[in-house]
């Protein structure tokens, strides 16, 4: 005769045992699944508080908007209807952290930037490329729109250099980042141009400049100096005078 | 009491008799195989499979269908003893009683003096439990082909022995014997009852049911038995205690099968 109830007990603990790997398993997942939903909501919340960040830098833009437009009259009347337009097509900062990855930047003066842009006269061959583009989607209204664009410009063209390895790309790259007040980032560039074409004069304008700005006075003047007796340039007399003098800080 | 469940317990009672042979296709033709190569000029038949494939089953069979009209002789019992061995030998088939000790140049010298009208058949089960030496002087012995050899062995001795040159060039026709699949099975479990006209518990295995004792038997008939008997043997255990009616009549829940297994050490609880 069988003890039923002790193989009874026996089956239980046996039934129990078997069902502990799928449970294990289950609730390995199920934490898993929980974990990862923690993670992934986490960042979410970050990107909410980033997101509550940029309307507060974007509402700053207008102003400084409103200034460049005051400083050229003609344009305003035209521009009224478009004012909208304009907002968001503000410059980015999140695109400038972006870039600043590799290097710090040393000092940051977002209102030199519309002041240098307003100066696009002087702009080399491919800035003209750049801008061209951009009077194609808005040609009534191409100088203020080129002023907002320089993130994208500067995108575009960082694309475009590392396709093709231009000295004027990497040129015009230096030059922007220059007047955006990123010295770091303009050396860089200026040095690469150099590296290029070591002819073209305003590399090494630029990379003296950028070192001024950097207060690595010295240094800029003693390249200048060397550049000066191979090349004889103007250019950079000119520049080492004003750096030597103080006019150039 | 002449309970349905006592009846069909004893069907599952692991003995072995040639009676209780359930006859399965592939199990026949092996057995026919076997039947044949009985009648040919072979020196040894090798018949080999895990334990619990029915390896002892066919033995008795052979021996019970062959035997009325072929000298046949079967040994279930391993005889160890070399001397024993051919003392047993030299009286069983050649009517010779010997005293004393008993060498197997005695022994050829008995098998060559007398002549028989046909070559006698000794089967022998578990060989594997024959020491190696023995195992040589029965190779000799069928050399001679004065005496036929039907062994059964264990499959992992099978393997040492066949990898022995001098017994691949003897053993002629070897025979494996394997579980039972999942239909031969069903098969099995109720051609067994139905043959004691258990024919209600015989219904109750279902293909479900047949695939979980496959899965706990690996479909070994022995361990199938084993299992069966103490399924049955449970399910008398709760008629006695009027407890029957928590089991469905028409199936084998799989915890009753659990629980026998766990009684017979399939599962390890």
């Known amino acids: 005769m069988l003890n039923i109830p002790d193989l009874e007990k026996r089956w239980l603990r046996y039934k129990l045992r078997s069902y502990l790997p799928a449970t294990l398993i289950a609730l ?96 080399p061959k491919a800035v003209k490329e750049v801008q061209t583009t951009q009077r194609d989607k808005f040609p009534i209204t191409a100088i203020t729109i080129t002023r ?21 790309l990497s040129l015009f790259l230096a030059k922007k980042y220059y007047e955006l007040g990123n010295y770091e980032e303009a050396s860089k560039y200026a040095l690469i141009t150099n590296r290029l074409n070591k002819e ?18 010295d240094k800029a003047m003693n390249i200048l100096r060397k550049y000066i007796q191979s090349s004889h340039s103007t250019n950079a007399a000119v520049l080492l005078h004003d750096i030597q003098t103080g006019e150039f800080q | 009491m002449n309970s349905i469940y006592l009846n069909s317990k004893n069907v599952f009672i692991d003995t072995v008799n040639s009676k209780d042979y ?30 619990g494939t ?73 060989a594997q439990l024959y020491s190696e030496t023995l195992m040589e002087k029965i190779r000799l012995l069928s050399d001679t082909r004065t005496i036929k050899f039907v062994i059964t062995l264990h499959k992992t001795q099978e393997e040492d022995l066949i990898a022995k040159e001098h017994f691949k060039t003897r053993i002629w026709e070897t025979i494996e014997l394997e579980n039972s699949s999942k239909s031969e099975l069903k098969i099995y479990i109720q051609k067994k009852l139905m043959k004691a ?34 399924l049955f043997d449970l399910y008398l255990s709760y008629e006695e205690n009027n407890k029957l009616d928590k089991i469905p009549t028409n199936k084998v829940p799989n915890k009753y099968l659990e629980m026998a297994a766990i009684h017979t050490g399939l599962i390890d609880a």
Request: glycine share 2%.
């Open chain 2, 197 to 230: 006209n258990c024919f209600d518990t015989a219904n109750i295995f279902t293909d479900k049911t047949v695939n979980k004792i496959h899965k706990l038997t690996n479909g070994n008939y022995r361990d199938t038995n084993k299992l069966l008997f103490t």
């Open chain 1, 28 to 123: 390995s997942l199920i934490t898993g699944v929980i974990i990862y939903t923690f993670m992934t909501i986490t960042p979410t919340k970050n990107e909410h508080t980033i997101a509550h960040v940029i309307p507060k830098i974007e509402k700053k833009a207008p102003q400084v908007k409103a200034v460049a437009l005051k400083n050229t009259p003609p344009v305003i009347a035209p521009l009224k209807k478009k004012e909208v337009n304009i907002t968001t097509l503000s410059p980015s900062m999140n695109f400038m952290k972006q870039l600043k990855t590799s290097s710090h930047q040393t000092q940051y003066k977002p209102v030199v930037k519309t002041k240098k842009v307003i100066h696009k006269k002087a702009t």
């Open chain 2, 54 to 126: 029915g390896k002892s089953m066919f033995l008795t069979k052979l021996y019970n269908d062959l035997s009325p009209t072929q000298d046949m002789y079967l040994y279930d019992t391993p005889i160890l003893d070399e001397s024993e061995f051919y003392k047993v030998l030299a009286q069983d088939i050649f009517g010779t009683k010997y005293n004393g000790e008993l060498n197997f140049t005695q022994f050829m010298k008995i098998v060559n003096s007398t002549e028989l009208p046909s070559i006698p058949v000794v089967l022998l089960d578990e």
């Open chain 1, 148 to 168: 907002q664009d320089t993130d994208k410009d500067i995108q575009n063209i960082l694309k475009r250099f590392q396709e093709d390895k231009n000295p004027a």
């Open chain 1, 200 to 217: 073209i004069d305003d590399s090494w304008l630029i990379f003296s400049k950028a070192l001024v700005k950097m207060h690595h006075k």
């Open chain 2, 22 to 51: 359930i006859q399965l296709d592939r199990v026949s033709t092996i057995y026919q195989s076997l039947k044949d190569s009985i009648k040919k000029p072979l020196k040894m038949i090798l018949l080999y499979g895990k334990p």
